[in-house]
């Protein structure tokens, strides 16, 4: 998501505008959740058709909301169906941009900023621009930037187009209790750690910090006993979780105040977190300094002197984790996507993995 650019002028979603005012004194944190619906679905039925190589999905390895449909687009390996563009880690108060890029431009899309896919849609978008993204390659318009949505239809939507062995995210005989925890997960937890980092009074970060943590003792003690969220397999509730427990260390516990324990300091949600870290499709995706350098260098009001910490010790995340034995099937009745392209890799030195 990149929560910015529209914060510095609505304070509801301050993680978009590079200079911007993420903190309002006063009050505290509420997120704009009106995005882009328009579904691309078997049936066309918003006007849009899944088609292989239609389309485009926008990212960025900083973002824990984007880092999700990274993930599931691999799990599920519409590599081939779906392409990837990648924007760079920070951004300023218009837009997410293609600096990774040669010549800065996205070589799909042929622009510099994201904000031109939006504007193609909408001249007068008025809200964030955000990632994830997926745009129509025929116009080079955004067709939906809804990213809870966005993971969901690939799971349902894409199946046509899945690899042999992917992985069923989303059971049917699982569902409702999915759904459930991942309504608990995001207003609590993935939500919860922006409500503590951009409170704008000590009482809005008082409450914020006791939800977050009330929730991560719920989890810590759901996962005593069990491998994975919900089930004896991988599913749409890990992936969501996964993204926010990587970044707590490096980012949340310190920079947003998150500060009760870290993350290594909480066994059953630890050795959970380095399980999926270490499970293809997860860890592979992540660019913790990528991560580092999008919080740290764009909420400058947090971080005034930009200055990106060279901790933590990341070589934790590949030690043994044990989770084994609480037994399950990562994949169920699938298989582990193979290795990742050369052209998708993570940089080798912003990843403990090798």
Request: hydrophobic share 30%; aromatic share 10%; net charge negative.
């Amino acid at each position: 998501m990149n929560d910015t650019a529209k914060a510095a002028e609505t304070s509801e979603n301050p993680e978009h505008s590079q200079g911007g005012t993420y903190s309002v004194k006063g009050k505290e944190f509420t997120r704009d959740t009106r995005y882009i619906t328009t579904r691309i679905t078997t049936d066309g039925r918003d006007g849009f058709t899944v088609e292989p190589g239609r389309y485009r999905l926008i990212a960025a390895r900083a973002c824990p909301w984007a880092n999700r449909a990274i993930i599931v687009r691999r799990l599920l390996g519409l590599e081939d169906a779906l392409s990837l563009g990648l924007a760079g880690p920070t951004h300023d108060a218009r837009s997410w941009t293609f600096d990774l890029d040669p010549g800065g431009r996205d070589p799909v899309l042929g622009i510099e900023r994201l904000q031109e896919a939006y504007f193609r849609r909408d001249p007068d978008y008025p809200r964030g621009i955000t990632v994830p993204a997926i745009v129509d390659t025929t116009t080079g318009a955004v067709v939906t930037n809804d990213f809870a949505q966005i993971t969901l239809d690939l799971s349902t939507q894409w199946r046509a187009h899945h690899r042999e062995g992917a992985p069923d995210l989303l059971p049917a005989a699982h569902r409702d209790e999915i759904d459930a925890v991942d309504q608990r997960v995001f207003t609590e937890v993935n939500n919860g750690v922006y409500r503590c980092g951009f409170a704008g009074s000590q009482e809005a970060y008082d409450a914020a910090y006791e939800r977050l943590w009330t929730a991560l003792d719920w989890l810590e003690d759901r996962l005593g006993d069990r491998r994975y969220l919900v089930g004896d397999s991988i599913t749409e509730a890990d992936v969501r979780l996964f993204t926010t427990l990587v970044r707590f260390d490096p980012v949340y516990h310190g920079h947003f105040k998150c500060n009760r324990r870290k993350l290594t300091e909480l066994p059953n949600l630890w050795a959970y977190a380095r399980d999926l870290f270490q499970t293809p499709g997860f860890g592979d995706t992540v660019d913790f300094e990528q991560i580092k350098r999008h919080y740290y260098v764009v909420h400058s009001d947090i971080n005034p002197g930009g200055i990106v910490p060279n901790g933590p010790d990341l070589s934790g995340w590949t030690t043994p984790h044990g989770r084994e034995a609480l037994g399950g099937r990562p994949f169920g009745d699938g298989t582990p996507p193979g290795p990742v392209s050369e052209s998708e890799r993570v940089d080798p030195g912003h990843t403990p993995l090798r």
